[in-house]
């Protein structure tokens, strides 16, 4: 019986890959697990109870995405989005993670590289460092993303920078909306509340693929 690595490779090789990211890929940067970071809004929020209202809630069996509803009840959509930025880069050394520039780049790569070798990895398989750039690898067709941050986009983003590549040709791209196409020649984030409604995964010869042998972090 072949191990879980040996097909694993040979689902990579014959059909590619689409990874499932979790708080994995993110927590050694500083970023919060979903739980934390639902308890660090609601102590921030005195309107929701705070963190005693959080413990109460959980120990009763209410589940994170319920307690997330119940925090946007209680409060305003711009202080929600606001609070919950605020909450998730509360710890991250770059806070100011979606403005990454040619000032910040190469220390946001050389931290990452230094302390997040999950997040590094996955980039790593999702885009190939060629003599003539980067480029994305075609055989990891996307990336469903459990969490709600955008390091790998910006250390992507970093990394092309580094290398004196435009920033804006970036080899991950995230989905905005379920109903927006892929962009081709990207390896392309999808957000895990979009499950029941991804479609099949076109590959770049115009060929259907479904997601095949996922990756957890």
Request: hydrophobic share 35%.
């Amino acid at each position: 019986m072949a191990s879980d690595w040996e097909e694993l490779k040979s689902n990579y090789n014959k059909k590619g890959l689409v990874l499932f990211l979790g708080a994995g890929v993110s927590i050694q940067s500083g970023v919060p697990t979903w739980s934390d970071l639902i308890c660090r809004m609601m102590e921030s929020l005195p309107q929701t109870g705070g963190k005693d209202a959080f413990n109460t809630l959980r120990q009763a069996g209410f589940s994170l995405p319920t307690i997330t509803e119940f925090i946007k009840r209680k409060i305003d959509a711009g202080l929600f989005i606001s609070a919950l930025r605020e909450c998730l880069y509360r710890e991250f050394k770059f806070r100011d993670v979606e403005r990454i520039d040619d000032g910040t780049a190469g220390r946001f790569v050389e931290d990452t590289d230094k302390c997040n070798p999950t997040l590094v990895a996955v980039y790593n398989l999702a885009v190939l460092d060629r003599p003539d750039g980067l480029t994305a690898n075609p055989k990891v067709h996307a990336i469903v993303n459990f969490n709600l941050d955008a390091l790998l986009e910006q250390y992507d983003k970093a990394r092309h920078l580094v290398k004196g590549l435009p920033g804006k040709r970036r080899c991950i791209h995230t989905i905005e909306s379920p109903s927006h196409d892929r962009i081709f020649g990207r390896v392309n984030i999808y957000s895990s509340a979009w499950i029941p409604s991804l479609r099949p995964i076109q590959r770049e010869s115009n060929k259907r693929s479904h997601l095949h042998g996922p990756i957890r972090t």
